[in-house]
């Protein structure tokens, strides 16, 4: 057979396109997957990010140095967004992009995530939500975002419930520090008590970085309040919170957001007992039984980071929401074998009674509020060991 230049150039053109192909897909298969990781490592608002980050960094060094998934490394494109709205915006439109991202989680902050999460629905990729403000979950608008911490109507109710049934307060000053989250938060708690028939008699709105919020407090004690309901993100708030409410002369009990726990709180009372009579919202995975132990899988996780990572000065729950949030992504690519937007979003979709070290997930396509509300309790603000607490008062 006699090849013609036009034959050889033909077959040297298919050769050269067929040795490509496995090429391409060997590079797609070794292609890090990267995970848009956004939250507020600095600023009044930074404590919860702090403690994401821990888990952040531990559950992906823990899946790189076990060789990645499928072959592929986890890549944390990271980006502090202080706490401030614009600053998170601008940094989701650069992963999204410029850096291509698989996933995003963050960021942790509802009145940043308002901003942000149109944004990501838009770009398709998939988010992992820790905000609690109800209108972030959507599966129609938002379909591309999953909750993975309670929604604020089940912290609402938890806190409620507490301030009603144990605490027996008839009237409650209610508060949200002046961010999105804040403002949120306090409008929807304050319409859950007068619903239920609880007098609010102090609604207000308190910069978190105010450096006396006594007269605030007096406001409270002068109006008759019999519990304080606090909505902020800001360990520094809530500590002046409880300066003042001891400088006032009042014991009344403080009922309400996980970061009246935070180990910061210990370096800013002026006095121990000054923590006292704080109640917050937590988690069962997070709470010691009466023999102190943590759940077996928690236990677990603590026992392994012991002398690795820090866990006294802040709340285990964030770390371990973190980890979890790399892990689901983790398996999502893992399970489907691609780590392509649709794929992720299928995959969570169809998860049910997911096994986390925070909690158990399920969704589904029209539920992505994946949080049980039997697994949230009241815990003492001042118990913490690793991060974990003891049950409130009027546990079993």
């Not at 007992?273 to 109640?279: A, C, I, S």
């Not at 399970?335 to 998860?351: F, P, R, V």
Request: hydrophobic share 45%; charged share 20%.
């Amino acid at each position: 057979m006699i090849l013609s230049r036009r034959t050889l150039a033909k077959g040297t053109i298919a050769t050269a396109a067929a040795a490509s192909i496995p090429a391409q897909v060997r590079a797609a298969d070794a292609e890090p997957i990267r995970i848009g990781w956004l939250a507020a490592l600095t600023g009044p608002l930074a404590s919860p990010s702090i403690g994401f980050d821990r888990g952040v960094q531990w559950a992906t060094n823990e899946i790189n140095a076990k060789g990645g998934v499928r072959g592929r490394k986890i890549e944390l494109v990271i980006r502090d967004t202080q706490g401030e709205p614009t600053k998170a915006v601008n940094a989701t439109q650069e992963v999204i992009s410029r850096h291509k991202v698989h996933a995003i989680w963050g960021p942790t902050n509802s009145g940043e995530l308002l901003a942000t999460t149109p944004i990501m629905a838009r770009a398709k990729v998939p988010s992992l939500v820790a905000g609690v403000v109800n209108s972030l979950i959507d599966p129609v608008k938002f379909p591309n975002a999953f909750r993975v911490t309670p929604a604020n109507s089940q912290w609402d109710e938890a806190v409620r419930n507490y301030a009603m049934k144990v605490v027996k307060a008839k009237k409650v000053a209610v508060f949200g520090d002046a961010t999105g989250y804040g403002t949120a938060a306090r409008d929807d708690s304050v319409a859950g008590f007068v619903k239920a028939g609880v007098e609010v008699v102090y609604s207000g709105i308190i910069d978190p970085a105010l450096p006396d919020i006594m007269p605030e407090v007096l406001r409270m004690k002068n109006a008759g309040a019999e519990a304080i309901i606090p909505w902020t993100v800001s360990s520094g708030l809530a500590a002046r919170l409880m300066n003042a409410r001891a400088e006032a002369n009042w014991n009344v009990p403080i009922v309400g957001h996980p970061v009246l726990g935070t180990g910061e709180i210990g370096k800013l009372v002026t006095k121990p007992e000054n923590w006292d009579k704080v109640y917050i919202i937590g988690y069962k995975s997070c709470s010691f039984d009466a023999t102190g132990k943590l759940p077996p899988r928690t236990q677990a996780f603590v026992d392994a980071v012991q002398g690795k990572m820090p866990l006294q000065d802040t709340s285990l729950w964030w770390v371990v929401s973190g980890v979890d949030s790399i892990r689901l992504i983790a398996e999502a690519v893992d399970k489907t074998g691609s780590s392509d937007a649709d794929k992720i979003i299928a995959h969570w979709n169809t998860l049910k009674d997911w096994p986390g070290l925070y909690g158990t997930y399920s969704f589904s396509p029209t539920e992505h509020n994946g949080y049980k509300t039997e697994e949230i309790v009241m815990q003492r603000a001042n118990s913490a060991r690793d991060g974990a607490f003891a049950l409130a008062p009027g546990y079993a």
